[in-house]
């Protein structure tokens, strides 16, 4: 009898099963890589600002502290961005007359404020609050990265609500001193979704603390990692975090 399919449609027939697989493969890949791409995420994307003010000249060569610019962040649930005066105050006498400084002197001349544009910026339906994770003991590099070597602000993370529930499960592998919090380089954080890794922020000790404002020079004094999350459960505890609760729908839905 004469065969109905030619043998070599086997290989036809493999051909095409495997490339429905890849095919498949590589749709969810694509998705995948598409809503982690920065052009979802929006990390390490610069925007246009009217002044390209530098973190990096600002914090790291002149050693301000966060708080000097934005003053609310332990007090209230946003961190506030600086009024001009602030910037007027070093800038009528340093640089006053710079070309990029222009926008900052008009503003102040007008009593306008400066227009930033927004870096971040969750959806409404989101509650969040700088105030509490401050008053817990989770630094600004733990979400901000390394702040003090931007030229110009970018984010670090995505903000996306699987970010903010990595760390809720598992705070004891961000959570610092209250001494540390505004100090850089001191750990890998959470950034890119490794919650796993063991961070390096307790590597470091007490001791060799820069004062807030200044640079941050890391201890010389490095301790083994076993160690590094057992101090983080310890802080968990001395801060009084219940990881339990923590990742109930309501705490960033109300
Ligand atoms: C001299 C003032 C000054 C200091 C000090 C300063 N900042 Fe800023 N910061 C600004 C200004 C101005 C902007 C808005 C422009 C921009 O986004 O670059 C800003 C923006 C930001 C943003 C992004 C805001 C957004 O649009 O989402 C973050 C995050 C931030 N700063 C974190 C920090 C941290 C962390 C420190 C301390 C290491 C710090 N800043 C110190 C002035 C300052
Ligand atoms: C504590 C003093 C101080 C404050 C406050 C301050 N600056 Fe500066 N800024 C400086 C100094 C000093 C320089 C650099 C001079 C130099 O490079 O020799 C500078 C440089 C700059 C430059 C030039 C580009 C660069 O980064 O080298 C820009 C733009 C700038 N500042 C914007 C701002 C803005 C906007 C604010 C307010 C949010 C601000 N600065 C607040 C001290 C300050
Ligand atoms: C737990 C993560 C987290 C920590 C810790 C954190 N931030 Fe933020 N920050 C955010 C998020 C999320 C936003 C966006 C908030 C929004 O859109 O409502 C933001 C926004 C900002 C802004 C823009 C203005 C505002 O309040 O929306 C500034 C400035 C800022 N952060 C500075 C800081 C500084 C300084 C620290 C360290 C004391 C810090 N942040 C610590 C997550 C964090
Ligand atoms: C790096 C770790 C970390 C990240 C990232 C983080 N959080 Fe938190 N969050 C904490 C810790 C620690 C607490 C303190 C828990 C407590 O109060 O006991 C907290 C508390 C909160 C609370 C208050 C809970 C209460 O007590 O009612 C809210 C709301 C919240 N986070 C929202 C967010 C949102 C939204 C994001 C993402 C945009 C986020 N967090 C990202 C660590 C983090
Ligand atoms: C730690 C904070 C946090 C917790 C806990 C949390 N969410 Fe979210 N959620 C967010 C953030 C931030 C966003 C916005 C960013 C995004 O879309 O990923 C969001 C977005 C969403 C959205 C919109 C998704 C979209 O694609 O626009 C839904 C629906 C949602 N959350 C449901 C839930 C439910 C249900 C729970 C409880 C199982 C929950 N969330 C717990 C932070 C949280």
Redesign the pocket.
Known sequence: MAQIFHPSMNIVARVTIFGAIFFAAGISLAGWAFVNSPYVTQVNVVREQAVPFSHQHHVRELGLD??YC?Y???KS?????PTTEICMGCHSQVWKDAEVLRPVRESFAKGEPLLWT?????PDF?Y?S?KI??AKG???E???GR?DEMPLMRRAAS?HMDW?VD?HRHPELAVRPQAD??QFGRNKSLLGGVSTEPLMRAAFTAEGQSAPGTRSIPSATHRKSSDTLKSGSELVAEYGIVTRQLTDCVVCHR
């Open positions: 966060c708080r934005h609310n962040v332990e649930s946003s961190a506030g961005l927004r870096v971040h910026d969750l989101v969040f700088h994770h401050v989770v630094g600004c733990s979400c901000h702040v903000l903010c760390c919090l505004f």
